[in-house]
């Protein structure tokens, strides 16, 4: 079965916005706040609600970062999940975040691997890292 969602690497300056969930298996992690595309919503549209939704913050688009595939199975049936990734900045808090998320967290960019275990969210930040790092020597 094949499945879409979008979620949101949300950056304010130097620190990263991560959500701390429940997950499939049960166990709780840190990562990005992501889920499923509704029908007839835009993978842009499904990535601002979800940011909403998880973490309360209202947030801007800044650009596409590519996407991740994960396989995995759900009782018997196998998955094939496709997210698709956007750079995000938050604008406002403008609600408290949904009961799926337990806690929210900003955390220095630079600090990443004392949360994040996923390999998609690591290999997805690193880009991000990359990218800065280069604007940076661009601009000397």
């Given at each position: 079965m094949r499945e879409y969602s979008s979620g949101g690497v949300i950056i304010r300056k130097n620190s990263l916005l991560l959500i701390k969930t429940k997950n499939l298996a049960g166990k709780i992690v840190w990562t990005f706040p992501k889920g499923h595309i509704e029908k007839g919503e835009l993978k842009e549209e499904a990535a601002s609600r979800e940011a909403?939704?998880?973490?309360?913050?209202?947030?801007?688009?800044?650009?596409?970062?590519?996407?991740?595939k994960?396989?995995?199975?759900?009782?018997?049936?196998?998955?094939?999940?496709?997210?698709?990734?956007?750079?995000?900045?938050?604008?406002?808090?403008?609600?408290?975040?949904?009961?799926?998320?337990?806690?929210?967290?900003?955390?220095?960019?630079?600090?990443?691997k004392e949360y994040l275990r996923y390999k998609t969210d690591l290999t997805t930040l690193k880009e991000i890292i990359k990218s800065r790092e280069k604007e940076v020597t661009n601009e000397i």
């Open positions: 909403l939704e998880e973490t309360g913050y209202q947030c801007r688009i800044i650009k596409p970062l590519g996407k991740t994960h396989f995995f199975y759900i009782g018997k049936r196998f998955i094939e999940k496709t997210v698709f990734w956007f750079l995000m900045e938050p604008l406002r808090k403008v609600q408290k975040h949904d009961s799926e998320t337990i806690c929210t967290k900003w955390i220095e960019i630079k600090n990443y």
